[in-house]
């Protein structure tokens, strides 16, 4: 079991791992200068993460879970499932806003090659909130059938990707936005929607 010091080395390793990573990139990130980012020796790394490629999964799914729970966080269970959609986009557009170098950590995993094995250990995560959650149960049967890392790069992806590279998204086409992601995962083409301000 890990103690409160243990705990707290290994999650300065992973966030130092994803200022390095939206920084520098994988390729520009090495062990070594993770451990000295989270004032640690590299050997108190390799304690916590075997590897570079263990560390980059840890710290996906932790991503991938916190990105999660800020998305729920702003969904009122009584909305529409349109209005749902909305609301998690946004919450991932909050939550990511607030934290950029998550959205760039996100982009640079989701363009490499640990895309793949990052995103099914992400969703395979016992506690994945996104995955366990009734909201998103009712929403995937309203989308097309297509695999979960396509429907997430769909229906998410261009909020990650705009706020790795800007500051903010205007909010002149947060909606525009929202509308075409919900278009591109679902077979609704109905009349347009507008989110509650």
């Not at 557009?93 to 490499?112: G, I, M, W, Y």
């Not at 396509?150 to 998204?169: C, H, K, Q, S, Y």
Request: with cysteine; net charge negative; glycine share 4%.
């Amino acid at each position: 079991m890990m103690t409160p010091v243990a705990i707290d080395r290994a999650e300065a390793v992973r966030h130092a791992l994803i200022r390095l990573v939206a920084r520098d990139g994988f390729h520009g990130t090495s062990m070594a200068a993770v451990a000295k980012e989270a004032g640690v020796a590299t050997g108190t790394a390799y304690v916590h993460y075997a590897s570079k490629d263990e560390l980059v999964m840890a710290t996906y799914v932790e991503v991938k879970h916190d990105v999660g729970e800020a998305a729920l966080a702003s969904v009122d269970p009584d909305s529409s499932l349109r209005e749902q959609f909305a609301q998690l986009w946004t919450g991932v557009q909050k939550h990511l806003e607030a934290n950029p170098d998550r959205a760039r950590f996100l982009v640079q995993a989701d363009s490499s090659p640990y895309a793949e094995i990052a995103h099914e250990r992400a969703i395979s995560a016992v506690d994945d909130p996104l995955m366990s959650s009734p909201v998103v149960a009712n929403l995937l049967e309203e989308m097309v059938d297509l695999p979960p890392e396509v429907l997430f790069d769909l229906a998410m992806g261009p909020v990650v990707r705009l706020t790795a590279i800007r500051r903010g998204i205007d909010e002149s086409l947060v909606d525009t936005l929202i509308e075409a992601c919900w278009r591109a995962v679902t077979d609704s083409r109905s009349s347009t929607f507008r989110r509650r301000r």
